[in-house]
């Protein structure tokens, strides 16, 4: 059986991960509006990786004996001045899901719950990858500064990007 303050602690974590692919939904209806579908793509396939994140914290609660309790997901935004401000946005959400990351380890290890804290590890390790090619998108775009046909090609290249489940999670 699961602590009850770690419940409560992955309780919120699963709506702040909904939470994130609702902000990615946002960022990727955003981006169609204005035509940059490669950006709305890869904003699709970041809310479908939330939702995974979402639903593994869910089964880990589950599975631990714990209570899922779904929570109201807050409105996320409904548009952004430029494509970059939308991705140095994401950027800073990343780093917010982060701090809470850390929070539930540091929990973990208080609570001396070394199943939860190797459950967590996968998601430590996992946003580092979410900052990182966040911060690459940004810097690539900063580069781009006012440069149209750059920014087109570069829509293009997100516009690849597909989703892919981590292993042994299902959907």
Do not use: C
């Amino acid at each position: 059986m699961i602590n009850k303050k770690m419940e409560q602690a992955i309780n919120n974590q699963i709506n702040a991960e909904f939470y994130s692919a609702y902000l990615y939904l946002a960022m990727a209806a955003d981006f169609e509006s204005i035509n940059l579908k490669g950006f709305a793509q890869w904003m699709r396939t970041q809310a479908m990786e939330e939702m995974t994140h979402g639903k593994k914290f869910y089964d880990f609660l589950m599975n631990r004996g714990g209570k899922v309790v779904l929570a109201d997901i807050k409105a996320p935004p409904k548009s952004w001045k430029t494509p970059l401000v939308a991705f140095q946005d994401a950027y800073k959400h990343e780093e917010k899901v982060t701090s809470l990351i850390n929070e539930l380890v540091d929990l973990s290890i208080e609570i001396k719950d070394y199943a939860t804290n190797a459950f967590l590890q996968w998601f430590v390790n996992e946003q580092v990858e979410e900052e990182s090619s966040l911060n690459d998108i940004i810097h690539s775009m900063q580069l781009l500064d006012k440069n149209t046909a750059g920014l087109y090609q570069f829509d293009k290249e997100l516009g690849l990007r597909l989703f892919v489940p981590p292993l042994g999670v299902t959907i």
